[in-house]
């Protein structure tokens, strides 16, 4: 196969981000081989040019052969048809290469490509990542996806203050980190850390809030009423619980923003439910609003760190003359009150 020197304009790349996705993920497929690297700096190897040559002569040489499972799944995927309906218009597949720099260093300026390998079902994947900066809504709904897929992939350890379950979970976190940060934006790992730990940090040994079942990454985290484990000292069900914050969410979705509003809700209901359900409504509303915080830019964190260490600072057990001084400066604060 002979392979032209480039110029200028020879392999401008005229097809779709798409059609590009495809062939990087059709490529893998067949010749096992990662194209990322060599879109970039890399050269075309001598032995993955021979396969490439092999291939265009005689496919055969090198697929599995025809009748087994393997060759079936490449047919079955639409990789082996991708790759031989390329070569039918002309274009051998060195060439499709080089159109591809182009093509990825054009997308280097706005993004990057990653290739997102197989788990729990999905199949592995190129996908095409732009640059961005998310709001923290946007983080916050990143945080409770990956937050599910490892309470899956720990096989249901609570997320609490145990020394086991924080072995587990830190070690998982830290093993995926590099993934990650490939998956959804650099940074991500310190931001999900931070907010774990603040999650982790509002849940008691005995309680947990997990995914609920059928719940999917769509669904809007953000104001998703978590499950609430029974235990025998609780003498709530989970349906007053919800039924609870349901009221108080009802015209105002609990964040950082309306924590006025939420507040003065909280308090306002008290007297409506037992000590139990406002107590585990209270640590919901501390927990969520805690997951926020640790999204925050390093600047609104200190900004906003007078209203954190209050709200964090008030617990139940204390005394009621102390508890009632607590919640005056909390009031005071909160509805800017001298």
């Known amino acids: 196969m002979k392979i032209l020197k480039k110029k200028k304009g020879l392999y401008a790349y005229s097809g779709t981000d798409g059609e590009a996705i495809q062939f990087l993920t059709a490529f893998k497929q067949v010749f096992g081989v990662d194209l990322l690297p060599y879109l970039g700096d890399k050269p075309i190897s001598a032995n993955l040019a021979t396969s490439l040559r092999t291939f265009e002569e005689n496919a055969d040489d090198i697929l599995p052969e025809v009748g087994t499972n393997n060759r079936q799944e490449l047919i079955d995927s639409g990789a082996l048809g991708l790759l031989f309906d390329i070569q039918n218009k002309g274009t051998s597949l060195v060439n499709y290469i080089y159109e591809l720099k182009?093509?990825?260093?054009?997308?280097?300026?706005?993004?990057?490509?990653?290739?997102?390998?197989?788990?729990?079902?999905?199949?592995?994947?190129?996908?095409?990542?732009?640059?961005?900066?998310?709001?923290?809504?946007?983080?916050?709904?990143?945080?409770?996806?990956?937050?599910?897929?490892?309470?899956?992939?720990?096989?249901?350890?609570?997320?609490?203050?145990?020394?086991?379950?924080?072995?587990?979970?830190?070690?998982?976190?830290?093993?995926?980190?590099?993934?990650?940060?490939?998956?959804?934006?650099?940074?991500?790992?310190?931001?999900?850390?931070?907010?774990?730990?603040?999650?982790?940090?509002?849940?008691?040994?005995?309680?947990?809030?997990?995914?609920?079942?059928?719940?999917?990454?769509n669904e809007n985290p953000e104001n998703t009423t978590p499950t609430v484990e029974q235990s025998e000292n609780m003498d709530f069900t989970e349906t007053e619980a919800r039924a609870f914050l349901q009221e108080i969410e009802k015209y105002s979705p609990l964040g950082w923003d309306n924590l006025q509003y939420w507040y003065k809700n909280l308090l306002e209901k008290k007297k409506e439910v037992s000590i139990e359900v406002y107590n585990w409504a209270y640590g919901y509303w501390l927990n969520k609003l805690n997951a926020e915080y640790a999204t925050f830019a390093p600047l609104k964190k200190e900004t906003e760190k007078e209203k954190y260490d209050l709200i964090n600072g008030y617990k139940f057990a204390k005394t009621k003359n102390k508890k009632r001084g607590v919640l005056a400066a909390i009031i005071s604060l909160i509805f800017n009150k001298k």
């Open 102 to 217: 182009n093509w990825n260093s054009n997308k280097l300026t706005t993004g990057k490509v990653v290739f997102i390998p197989a788990s729990f079902g999905s199949p592995a994947k190129y996908i095409y990542m732009a640059n961005k900066t998310y709001t923290p809504a946007q983080k916050l709904a990143m945080f409770n996806k990956e937050f599910e897929t490892n309470f899956l992939q720990l096989g249901g350890i609570k997320a609490n203050k145990s020394a086991a379950s924080i072995e587990a979970w830190e070690s998982l976190i830290n093993r995926n980190a590099e993934e990650n940060e490939k998956i959804y934006y650099k940074g991500f790992y310190n931001d999900y850390m931070a907010w774990y730990k603040a999650k982790r940090s509002t849940v008691s040994i005995g309680a947990v809030t997990k995914p609920t079942d059928g719940q999917t990454a």
